[in-house]
Nanobody
Framework: QVHLVESGGGLVQTGGSLRLSCAAS????????MGWFRQAPGKAREFVAR????????DYADSVKGRFTISRDNAKNTKYLQMNSLKPEDTAVYYC???????????????WGQGTQVTVSS
């Protein structure tokens, strides 16, 4: 089992920045990919970004490319999502995910954090 704890959400104005953190514990050796999904009210869950440990490959959704940066601190088993130039449409609950596969499919990630709210005011 892998346990994920997110932090860093909050309220920010349009154009502002936030950094989300995701600390992993437990059987982290079984995890090859960590990433972020988000879900806005009334909308489907959406892929945001992922980073694959074995290759270092990083993948972003087109909607956040150039504004969001995913990174990792292996010594701390922690991943980060730096979010810049935030827009109202980025408002959502953001979930940290972990799994063995390197995909954009939410169903391929067995481990999910509790979610952290990000609200961008216009």
């Amino acid at each position: 089992q892998v346990h994920l704890v997110e932090s860093g959400g909050g309220l920010v104005q349009t154009g502002g920045s936030l950094r989300l953190s995701c600390a992993a514990s437990g059987r982290t050796f079984s995890v090859n990919t960590m990433g972020w999904f988000r879900q806005a009210p009334g909308k489907a869950r959406e892929f945001v970004a992922r980073i694959t440990s074995s290759s270092g490959y990083i993948d972003y959704a087109d909607s956040v490319k150039g504004r969001f940066t995913i990174s990792r601190d292996n010594a701390k088993n922690t991943k980060y999502l730096q979010m810049n130039s935030l827009k109202p449409e980025d408002t959502a609950v953001y979930y940290c995910v972990a799994g063995a596969l390197a995909t954009r499919n939410a169903n391929d990630y067995p481990y999910w954090g509790q979610g952290t709210q990000v609200t961008v005011s216009s």
